[in-house]
């Protein structure tokens, strides 16, 4: 995506400094993308912002490289904490973050459960100045003494709609409740749910809001379709797209842990062990850990996830997603997709959406989301119904368009 087409702003004229400048040269961002654009001057006055991006769009920029401006590096407290909806999302925060401070001396903690506590209270008590984590670890240590939030100058609030998803409700607005009052909250969220105006009505100070949701939806880079198939011939259908496509990374996205079990099981048989995993909230930190490192490094070729972990990956070598089954709701559809066609991807992504006979509204209501019709991803001498129901699936889904 070039980041520099659409913006006549270059890094230099967002009021950042030269020591952020020099590091942003060296490591290739030539120019902000556009929720940096308009999220970086706003967050620069200490006002209160909402930002509404999907996660590639560079966001993590838009909030840390104004945070990195605020840190006092002499004073060894915990001026920002950035709280993200699970671990990988976390990691990947962290990493990007580091990557853009490596000019200042500002310390990092990443507070994430399913990893020894240890690590994060020696790096706590080290004098951390920017912690990521998890709500639930976070509470975790705020409750054993070991995080203290009373010199936060900032919080942020990355995915939120995706941490109220997941049930984190509780846990954030306890934090929310123990940061000093005159903080700066910046909240990044895909959509803007009901619940998540309801967190910034309640823990914001008259937010000025930055929409680039609309931008962001249907991104240039994604070449998107749908494919008709009946329920048992998905398999075969996804076989035979993989040997048409013959993609150099693929996520698959099924809409259950045991969807994603079974795939595996089947394709565990087909590939060597090293080229195909599986990812989901069942498997054990250390394994999904190892999970996306091999898909970083390039090694893993298949990987079969849901939602909840699946949507956070960042990583820039994914050619394909296919989603073998249709999202249950219309923003995880944005967010699967949105793991091909990223910003530090120089190649365009595809995704095809596989929609069963009666799913003909549930795609209906992702294209009225992403404000786009999908074309029809066609393969040669493949049925994908029994003849006797093609008639009247066509009829269904020309019913649904007209609607
Ligand atoms: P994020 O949305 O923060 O997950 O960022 C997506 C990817 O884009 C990450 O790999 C970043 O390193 C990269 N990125 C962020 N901002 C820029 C930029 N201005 N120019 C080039 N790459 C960027």
Do not use: W
């Amino acid at each position: 995506m070039d980041v520099a087409s659409s913006s006549p702003l270059s890094f230099q004229d967002l009021g950042l400094n030269k020591k952020t400048l020099t590091r942003l040269a060296e490591i290739g961002y030539e120019s902000p993308s556009p929720i940096q654009r308009e999220f970086i001057p706003i967050a620069l006055t200490g006002k209160d912002c909402i930002g509404q991006a999907r996660t590639g769009t560079g966001k993590t920029a838009a909030f840390m490289l104004p945070s990195l401006e605020l840190v006092d590096t002499r004073d060894r407290v915990v001026q920002v904490l950035v709280l993200a909806p699970t671990r990988e999302l976390s990691e990947q925060v962290y990493a990007e973050s580091r990557k853009l401070a490596a000019n200042h001396s500002t310390r990092f903690a990443l507070c994430v459960g399913g990893r020894p506590m240890g690590r994060q209270v020696d790096d706590l008590q080290a004098g951390a100045q920017i912690v990521v984590g998890t709500p639930g670890r976070v509470q975790d240590l705020m409750k054993r003494g070991c995080l203290q939030l009373k010199d936060l100058e900032i919080v942020v609030l990355d995915e939120a709609d995706r941490m109220l998803d997941i049930g984190f409700r509780p846990d954030i607005e306890r934090i929310l409740r123990s940061c000093p009052k005159d903080r700066q909250t910046l909240l990044l969220s895909a959509t803007m749910a009901p619940e998540v105006v309801k967190l910034a009505t309640r823990y914001m100070e008259s937010p000025q809001s930055v929409d680039l949701s609309e931008d962001s939806v249907v991104v240039e880079t994604i070449e998107q379709f749908y494919a008709t198939v009946d329920e048992d011939r998905k398999l075969p259908l996804l076989l035979r797209i993989l040997a048409l496509e013959k993609p150099k990374q693929v996520i698959v996205f099924t809409r259950t842990k045991r969807g994603a079990d079974k795939l595996f099981e089947i394709f565990s048989r087909r590939l060597k062990s090293d080229r195909v995993a599986c990812i989901h909230g069942d498997l054990p930190q250390r394994k999904r850990d190892r999970v996306i490192r091999t898909l970083r490094s390039g090694q893993l070729r298949l990987l079969i996830a849901t939602d909840v972990v699946g949507r956070g990956i960042d990583v820039s070598g994914i050619s394909h997603i296919i989603n073998y089954d249709i999202p249950e709701y219309c923003d995880d559809y944005v967010h699967r997709v949105g793991r091909t066609g990223r910003l530090s991807s120089d190649e365009n992504g595809r995704a095809v959406t596989f929609v069963t006979l009666a799913q003909g509204g549930e795609l209906t209501n992702i294209e009225k989301r992403i404000n786009d019709v999908l074309p029809q991803y066609e393969v040669k001498g493949f049925q994908a119904f029994r003849q006797k129901e093609r008639t009247r699936r066509t009829v269904r889904r020309f019913g649904q368009q007209d609607k």
